[in-house]
């Protein structure tokens, strides 16, 4: 069974910064990539990276580039999301996803399988 985990999210004051982690298990994630959206109260699901597994290539949401750094441990089975000069519309919770490569990545219906969220609040 595949399961996504995320942890590493809290409460933060604007300027600051978090790292995000996401425990990848129950199958062979090699061929795919890993995504990171986020979820605002009342607003759709955001992407933000993705990163591929086997040749660590990233993407980045324009709103997040120059901030925010997707990495991934392959011996870990973990992606990251490092999260730094944070604002309060960075608020949401945030969610790692896996699926194949698409040009269609930032479309979160494209993803397979997703984790359960972690909450990160920026204060200002």
């Known amino acids: 069974q595949v399961q996504l985990v995320e942890s590493g999210g809290g409460l933060v004051q604007a300027g600051g910064s978090l790292r995000l982690s996401c425990a990848a298990s129950g199958r062979t994630f090699s061929n795919y990539f890993m995504g990171w959206f986020r979820q605002a109260p009342g607003k759709e699901r955001e992407f933000v990276a993705i990163?591929?597994?086997?040749?660590?290539?990233?993407y980045y949401a324009d709103s997040v580039k120059g901030r925010f750094t997707i990495s991934r441990d392959n011996a870990r089975n973990t992606v990251y999301l490092q999260m730094n000069s944070l604002n309060p519309e960075d608020t949401a919770v945030y969610y790692c996803a896996a699926g194949y490569w698409t040009s269609r990545y930032m479309d979160p219906r494209t993803y397979a399988y997703w984790g359960q969220g972690t909450q990160v609040t920026v204060s200002s």
């Open positions: 990163i591929s597994w086997s040749v660590g290539t990233t």
